[in-house]
């Protein structure tokens, strides 16, 4: 099985495959699960059943085709160490050949942003070249050709920086979209695309940056040049709302209610001569009113 289903799956390896396996065993190691297979397993390669069809349906759809290329992102950040930028651009020959780092980077500028791809060979995705007969791949020469990202960013941590290049699936992520969508979306005017204006949005942002230090890891003036195999956006952190403080209000309660409005001993004595006083004027103009009468 490992031999011939394994060697199919190895040669389609940068397709989209769904992949049936029955009989197989669970197992656990280190923390991971891992399926063992059997004499009785079987595999089958996009296999031809409607389940088969409307699985692939639900994977190509664009959105849950974006989210899940996310998704494996992500998870692929995990047991890896992060490193600094300008530590890698230091210190690049004394780390480990091959391995996988991270690190977290602002995006400064895209220098391709009217056109974030290539034409590349359907075969072996590199880059094609034009003939007089066409198109060509120097590689396996394959005249069948589609188009893939290839975006390149700017990118500074400090004072250190580096020039970034995203291919299909991390551009994928990045952008939002299918290539194809890209171009078509594009294809009459760029700034009527929403994924174009979007791109604009993206600088300033922080991202993690999963590379392998590979012969593409290069070091040149203090800059780092290099491909990511993943990206995760760093989502900022939201500001606490502080409460604005109020100010201190005595309660009225009923003890100071009749506290305040109780009357004062020399505010008694104002008003019972006020009182009086009220009274006698009152007599008076009777007395005066009853003698005028009888005049």
């Not at 059943?49 to 974006?66: A, G």
């Not at 992102?73 to 600094?84: G, L, V």
């Not at 977290?104 to 590349?120: L, Q």
């Amino acid at each position: 099985m490992a031999i011939n289903e394994g060697g199919l799956l190895e040669n389609q390896v940068g397709e989209r495959l769904i992949v049936a396996i029955t009989d197989v065993q669970k197992k656990e190691f280190q923390g991971k699960v891992q399926l063992h297979t059997s004499d009785i397993s079987t595999i089958d390669i996009n296999p031809a059943c409607q389940q088969f069809h409307k699985l692939q349906k639900w994977f190509t759809t664009k959105k849950q085709k974006s989210l899940i290329e996310e998704l494996l992102m992500i998870k692929m950040f995990e047991n890896t160490q992060k490193i600094n930028l300008e530590d890698v651009i230091q210190n690049r020959q004394s780390l480990k050949e091959g391995a996988l780092y991270y690190f977290i980077g602002t995006v400064d500028m895209i220098e391709n942003k009217s056109k974030p791809w290539y034409d590349a060979c359907q075969n072996c995705t590199r880059s094609v070249i034009q003939t007089n007969d066409g198109v060509e791949c120097r590689s396996c020469s394959d005249a069948q050709i589609v188009q893939r990202y290839r975006l390149t960013l700017n990118i500074i941590e400090g004072t250190a920086t580096a020039t970034v290049t995203l291919f299909e699936d991390a551009a994928t992520v990045y952008i939002g979209c299918s290539v194809n969508d890209y171009i078509q979306s594009t294809a009459e005017d760029e700034k009527s695309s929403k994924y174009f204006r979007d791109l604009e949005t993206k600088s300033n942002k922080q991202y993690k940056f999963l590379i392998q230090l590979d012969e593409r890891a290069q070091t040149q003036d203090n800059h780092l040049i290099v491909v990511a195999e993943a990206i995760e956006r760093i989502q900022p952190k939201q500001k606490k709302e502080t409460k604005q403080a109020v100010p201190y209000e005595k309660k009225r309660t009923k003890k100071n209610l009749k506290t305040n409005n109780a009357p004062t001993d020399k505010s008694i004595k104002i008003d019972s001569q006020k009182k009086r006083n009220d009274d006698n004027m009152t007599i008076a103009t009777i007395v005066k009113r009853i003698k005028k009468e009888k005049n």
